[in-house]
Nanobody, 124 residues
């Protein structure tokens, strides 16, 4: 059974940093794309960043480019999202997701596996 478990969310002041973690288990993820998405109340789920597990290619939403870094630890089946210079608009529930076909997609419907989410709140 595939499981994605996020952690690391919390309350932070604007300009601060957080590091989100995603622990993946249940099968091999060597060909997956692992992504981070976020959803604020009343808004659609939004792509944040993703990494292709086999070659480590990363891609980001324009809204976070330069402020966020996604990385992975293949040996531990962990994916991280380092977020710096956080803004109140970054407040949302953040979700880890996996696409087992390894596509480089920003469309959330491509991703079949999802974690339960971790909340990030940025105060002004």
């Amino acid at each position: 059974q595939v499981q994605l478990v996020e952690s690391g969310g919390g309350l932070v002041q604007a300009g601060g940093s957080l590091r989100l973690s995603c622990a993946a288990s249940g099968r091999t993820f060597s060909r997956d794309t692992l992504g981070w998405f976020r959803q604020a109340p009343g808004k659609e789920r939004e792509f944040v960043a993703a990494i292709t597990w086999n070659i480590g290619r990363t891609f980001y939403a324009d809204s976070v480019k330069g402020r966020c870094t996604i990385s992975g630890d293949n040996a531990k089946n962990m994916v991280y999202l380092q977020m710096n210079n956080l803004k109140p608009d970054d407040s949302a529930d953040y979700y880890c997701a996996a696409d087992q076909l390894g596509r480089e997609s920003r469309w959330y419907r491509i991703y079949a596996y999802w974690g339960q989410g971790t909340q990030v709140t940025v105060s002004s």
